[in-house]
């Protein structure tokens, strides 16, 4: 039994365009695990430090109410000892006045330095988040995402490829001008 060479060809482009198209959809199925576990690690990192900024933001408002109701009980207590001091030694009226006003300023001057802060890190802690935000989108990003359609265009192209070595085992001899060589 005689085969012949343009059906073996034929039958090698077909089989190696299979094998291609193989190769193919194995090396798009790694890339999109691939992308896939990147961007999961990325948005699991993403949400520990959203958790942990959450939680430090508490824990800022936490000091900061504590600090403030210190602040306050400190008045409190100095504005009671003003006024005993101030009733055992008989004084009243404007200078006592000035007294009281004066703890009042400092109160103030201590409230807002407190929420100062507070805003601030809170700042900070925002910040850190959108940071973290960036840095997760970089890290996704720097993992190229499959694309179907360069899958498809590979694929066709080798099919395309293998049709034409095909088409030219089965085709007629070219004729050349006499005394040439046929190259093939």
Excluded: W
Aim: proline content about 3%.
């Amino acid at each position: 039994m005689c085969v012949d060479p343009a059906t073996i060809g034929a039958v090698a482009s077909v089989a190696g365009a299979g094998l291609s198209t193989v190769g193919r959809l194995s090396q798009y199925s790694g890339a999109s695990e691939l992308f896939i576990k990147n961007a999961e690690a990325a948005n699991i990192a993403l949400a520990n430090t959203y958790n942990a900024n959450q939680t430090r933001g508490i824990q800022e408002g936490d000091k900061a109410a504590t600090e403030s109701f210190d602040v306050v009980r400190g008045l409190a207590e100095a504005k009671g000892k003003a006024s005993a001091e101030a009733g055992e030694a008989g004084v009243e009226g404007v200078s006592f006045a000035n007294i009281l006003s004066d703890h009042e300023a400092k109160l103030g001057r201590a409230r807002g330095n407190i929420d100062a802060n507070y805003q601030m890190v809170q700042g900070q802690i925002q910040n850190d988040s959108e940071a973290a935000r960036s840095r997760a989108k970089a890290q996704i990003n720097s993992v190229p995402q499959p694309s179907e359609t360069g899958l498809y265009a590979g694929v066709g192209a080798d099919l395309f490829g293998a049709g034409l070595k095909i088409a030219d085992a089965f085709s007629p001899p070219k004729k050349t001008k006499p005394g040439a060589i046929e190259v093939k």
